[in-house]
């Protein structure tokens, strides 16, 4: 089993940066992608980047593409997004998700592919 633990959320106003960060524990391995996805209330979740263990290669949904970065630090097991230029729009509960294997960019936007998930961690942009 993998664990996923989510932190940085909070409350900012629209234009400021957030860096969200989620730590696996347990069984990791070098072949796991991971990737963050939100919802917002009465909304589907929805990918909003994804990072493949096939060198790295990353993926982003358009709305964020530009404003946010995903990155992996494979040391200590540590996914991160740096969100920046956030918009009310941003506001949802993020979640860190994992899975063994790689993915494409295509597979990776796919919330079915993933096993593993952390609790989430609420981001919420005023106006």
């Known amino acids: 089993q993998v664990q996923l633990s989510e932190s940085g959320g909070g409350l900012v106003q629209a234009g400021a940066s957030l860096q969200l960060a989620c730590v696996a524990s347990?069984?990791?391995?070098?072949?796991?992608?991971m990737a963050w996805f939100r919802q917002a209330p009465g909304k589907e979740r929805e990918f909003v980047g994804g990072i493949s263990s096939l060198r790295g290669a990353t993926g982003y949904r358009d709305s964020v593409q530009g404003r946010f970065t995903i990155s992996k630090n494979n040391t200590n097991w540590t996914l991160y997004l740096q969100m920046n230029s956030l918009k009310p729009e941003d506001t949802a509960q993020y979640y860190c998700?994992?899975?063994?294997?790689?993915?494409?960019?295509?597979?990776?936007?796919?919330?079915?592919?993933?096993?593993?998930w952390g609790q989430g961690t609420q981001v919420t942009v005023s106006s």
């Open positions: 998700a994992a899975t063994l294997g790689a993915t494409t960019a295509r597979s990776m936007r796919d919330r079915r592919l993933y096993n593993y």
């Open positions: 347990g069984r990791t391995h070098p072949t796991m992608s």
